[in-house]
T-cell receptor, first 113, second 116 residues
Framework: SQQGEEDPQALSIQEGENATMNCSYK?????LQWYRQNSGRGLVHLIL?????REKHSGRLRVTLDTSKKSSSLLITASRAADTASYFC?????????????FGAGTRLAVHP | KAGVTQTPRYLIKTRGQQVTLSCSPI?????VSWYQQTPGQGLQFLFE???????NKGNFPGRFSGRQFSNSRSEMNVSTLELGDSALYLC???????????????FGPGTRLTVT
């Protein structure tokens, strides 16, 4: 089963608006990462938030982490057309003697000019 | 620094054949991970190599295998291809040796494999 689940699955907004994506996970984590993927291409790391952090900023990105609710959110402020992409959260899960990095299903963000 | 490179970028194979994909990590990165991405299953972790040893493994059948060379370059092999193996295969490298989620991963552009 997937460790991370994002919602919404798809989000359509106008340039200048804020976009919020949520991620829920199932097991305890050391940290949680967010990645962006432009259509059919490789993923780009956006931000990593550790389990002892509640909020982290990077430019127009703000990530929050609530370990009690096992959830995280990614906020993109003042969105631009170039932000159009899929966004994934990722956490590590230890299972069967191995660590696996588990990605959620992703949120497809469309920012319209 | 050059990014993660993957070759080939596109590949078409027939069911039953085998395929080898290659990944060159960022210089100095010793950890290389492989992922399969499909519309139905999303991004799934295949395995991770560090210092020529498989350190972590996902839930894929034995038809999927990999290896890492002393220069950290990695190859992934899929034998007896099935139609369901059609996917984007992504390779990622990382600089640190403390586990998958400890540090950011740098992804290559992927190899698009089509099995007919």
């Amino acid at each position: 089963s997937q460790q991370g689940e994002e919602d919404p699955q798809a989000l359509s907004i106008q340039e200048g608006e804020n976009a919020t994506m949520n991620c829920s996970y199932k097991t305890s984590i050391n940290n949680l990462q967010w990645y962006r993927q432009n259509s059919g291409r490789g993923l780009v790391h956006l931000i990593l938030i550790r389990s002892n952090e509640r909020e982290k900023h990077s430019g127009r990105l703000r990530v929050t982490l609530d370990t009690s609710k096992k959830s995280s959110s990614l906020l993109i402020t003042a969105s631009r057309a170039a932000d159009t992409a899929s966004y994934f959260c990722a956490t590590a899960q230890f299972s069967g003697g191995y660590n696996k990095l588990i990605f959620g299903a992703g949120t497809r963000l469309a920012v319209h000019p | 620094k050059a990014g993660v490179t993957q070759t080939p970028r596109y590949l078409i194979k027939t069911r039953g054949q085998q395929v080898t994909l290659s990944c060159s990590p960022i210089s100095g990165h010793r950890s290389v991970s492989w992922y399969q991405q499909t519309p139905g299953q999303g991004l799934q972790f295949l395995f991770e190599y560090f210092s020529e040893t498989q350190r972590n493994k996902g839930n894929f059948p034995g038809r999927f295998s990999g290896r890492q060379f002393s220069n950290s370059r990695s190859e992934m092999n899929v034998s007896t291809l099935e139609l369901g193996d059609s996917a984007l295969y992504l390779c990622a490298s990382s600089t640190r040796d403390r586990g998958l989620s400890s540090h950011e991963q740098y992804f290559g552009p992927g190899t698009r494999l089509t099995v007919t």
